[in-house]
């Protein structure tokens, strides 16, 4: 059964950083790749960022590029988004998810169950 399970949301100042993770079971990150999202409220989910560990392709948006770092751990199954220099408009929910991941775009894989988290809160307060 695939599962993610996201952790390490919070509060935090602008200019702080957090460090999300992504768990994954019931599949190994050689079989998909995983992207992050958020959405914030009353606006639509929207990307950040996806990594594909066999390829080692790694995506950002221009929103967080610079400022977000997205690694694997194999060994561990997790896929970590390092959040630096944050800002009130990185508040969010933000998700992991399976994902189609290229060096331009990345969209979320259709048809398997549990291929999303559950979702963890990021608040950046100004």
């Known amino acids: 059964e695939v599962q993610l399970v996201e952790s390490g949301g919070g509060l935090v100042q602008t200019g702080g950083s957090l460090r999300l993770s992504c768990k994954a079971s019931?599949?190994?990150?050689?079989?998909?790749?995983i992207g992050w999202f958020r959405q914030a409220p009353g606006k639509e989910r929207e990307g950040v960022s996806c990594?594909?560990?066999?390829?080692?392709?790694?995506y950002y948006e221009v929103s967080v590029k610079g400022r977000f770092a997205i690694s694997a751990d194999n060994a561990k199954n997790t896929v970590y988004l390092q959040m630096n220099r944050l800002k009130p408009d990185d508040t969010a929910v933000y998700y992991c998810?399976?994902?189609?991941?290229?060096?331009?775009?990345?969209?979320?894989?259709?048809?398997?169950?549990?291929?999303w988290g559950q979702g963890t809160q990021v608040i950046v307060s100004s």
């Open positions: 998810a399976l994902v189609r991941c290229s060096s331009s775009f990345y969209y979320p894989v259709a048809g398997v169950k549990g291929s």
């Open positions: 019931g599949f190994t990150l050689d079989d998909y790749s």
């Open positions: 990594i594909s560990s066999p390829e080692g392709t790694i």
